[in-house]
Nanobody, 127 residues
Framework: QVQLVESGGGLVQAGDSLRLSCEAS????????MGWFRQAPGKEREFVGF?????????DYAESVKGRFIISRDNAKNTVYLQMNSLKPEDTAGYYC???????????????????WGQGTQVTVSS
């Protein structure tokens, strides 16, 4: 059982940076791979990136955010982060973190893979 709570969203201008946090409950956080997704009004949920379980030595990102966003994790704090740089208006969305125990890393790009989801935090980027 994992409960996830996102924080760090807000209203920023294009070109600004934000760091989102996702804090997990429980004692097994390090065994979960963690993903970030986003959803804008009227649009499908979109994969943003993931970090694998354990040391988090593997990350992957959607093409739209590659080179701008960085995912990291701190297992001692039960927290995964999404550092967002050079934000664009197109990044405006609700951002959600999710946890999965899958051993097939390629599936972490798919929202249905994840067992647990946070409530989301809103990121709004003005032009």
């Amino acid at each position: 059982q994992v409960q996830l709570v996102e924080s760090g969203g807000g209203l920023v201008q294009a070109g600004d940076s934000l760091r989102l946090s996702c804090e997990a409950s429980g004692r097994t956080f390090r065994w979960y791979s963690m993903g970030w997704f986003r959803q804008a009004p009227g649009k499908e949920r979109e994969f943003v990136g993931f970090i694998n379980w354990g040391s988090g030595d593997t990350t992957d990102y959607a093409e739209s955010v590659k080179g701008r966003f960085i995912i990291s994790r701190d297992n001692a704090k039960n927290t995964v982060y999404l550092q967002m740089n050079s934000l664009k208006p197109e990044d405006t969305a609700g951002y959600y973190c999710a946890a999965s125990q899958t051993t097939v890393l390629r599936l972490l790009r798919v929202s249905g893979t994840y067992e647990y989801w946070g409530q989301g935090t809103q990121v709004t980027v003005s032009s």
